[in-house]
């Protein structure tokens, strides 16, 4: 029983290494950070503009984020591929999280239809609820803890907004304030794990090979 | 002399136990290759926190004993090995498995 359970931690340690670069959260960061600042630019670029110019924004990031990874994080912590109960759960996440960006594309042309017809907390509480089940169930296929925080995080950010707009007036329902806070404190966790990453693996390049050999 | 002498533990299992995985090491490193398809050295160097000279020394043995191979390519100029387990190796880390779960089953307590 004891050589099974050690089985499954040192397959568990193995993915999780790959997953400690801080990178995804960063990207998940610039993700949030278009609900705080397109209600802002909405007025000047309107509904539309103010979220699809953030397509080439995510783009970036994204190229990004594989350039670190292939020359910064990968001459550090090397690489690995995982087995086929791995490949099985990353491909349920996959699915899951296919699934659930079809669903709130349709629920948000729903809503854009017949908003003015929907009460108050309708849909902050109904996006809060769908982002809290999905992060929970990434956070479990891919046992990464942090993704229940996120996910609780950015569930919290349109109900609070849209109790700041109805008990204080703030503007916009609140978001630039909750999820820009929410995109804040996921940017700082993934550049304090980066950084992490940076000052304890130095990178091994072909002469530190040889000389330590 | 004892009229009812024990009866001698069967030490059979102990012997039939593979010497090449026994080492502390190098099952370190047979467990996280069984668990994953592949792994290049760098990777397997931070899970096992094993110096390079070390697992070098230990990923020389398992190959000798067929039990891994190690591809070596370049990727760009620099040097890049992805170790992975064979199939001898995947049956010879499971028979070992059941063999030390044997010998702790027969020890008296």
């Known amino acids: 029983m004891s050589e099974k359970i050690s089985l499954k931690d040192a397959e568990r340690k193995a993915f999780k290494l790959a997953l400690q670069d801080g990178l995804w959260d960063i990207l998940l960061a610039c993700f949030t950070l278009m609900f705080a600042v397109a209600p802002l630019l909405s007025t000047s670029l309107g509904d539309f503009w103010s979220s699809a110019i953030f397509l080439p924004f995510w783009a970036l990031v994204y190229l990004v984020i594989k350039l670190l990874r292939k020359n910064v994080i990968k001459p550090r ?14 491909l349920k996440f996959n699915l899951l999280t296919t699934s659930i960006l079809l669903v709130t594309f349709i629920l948000g042309i729903l809503a854009a239809i017949n908003f003015a017809a ?71 966790s993934g550049l304090f794990k980066f950084v992490h990453i940076l000052r304890e693996y130095p990178p091994f390049t072909t002469n530190t090979l040889s000389g330590a050999a | 002399m004892s009229d009812s002498p024990e009866q001698p533990v069967d030490l059979k299992p102990l012997i039939a136990i593979d010497q090449v995985i026994h080492a502390q090491a190098r099952l370190i490193v047979l467990t996280y290759l069984y668990v994953v398809e592949s792994v290049d050295y760098v990777y397997l160097m931070h899970l096992t926190r094993l110096t390079w000279g070390n697992l070098s020394t230990h990923l020389g043995k398992l190959e000798e004993a067929g039990y891994i191979e190690i591809e070596k390519e370049f990727q760009g100029k620099k040097p890049h090995s992805t170790i992975r387990l064979t199939a001898q190796g995947r049956q010879a880390f499971r028979e070992y498995k059941q063999s030390m779960q044997q010998v702790l089953d027969d020890l008296p307590d």
């Open chain 1, 77 to 90: 912590l090397g690489s690995v591929k995982f087995g086929p109960s791995r490949t099985a759960r990353l």
């Open chain 1, 118 to 188: 929907l009460p108050g907390w309708t849909f902050p509480v109904s996006m809060g609820l769908g982002v809290l089940i999905g992060f929970t169930l990434a956070g479990y296929l891919l046992e990464f803890n942090e993704l229940y925080f996120y996910g609780l995080l950015i569930a919290l950010s349109p109900i609070v907004g849209e109790w700041l707009y109805f008990n204080l007036n703030v503007s916009h329902h609140g978001f630039p304030i909750t999820f820009g806070a929410t995109s804040l404190v996921i940017l700082i």
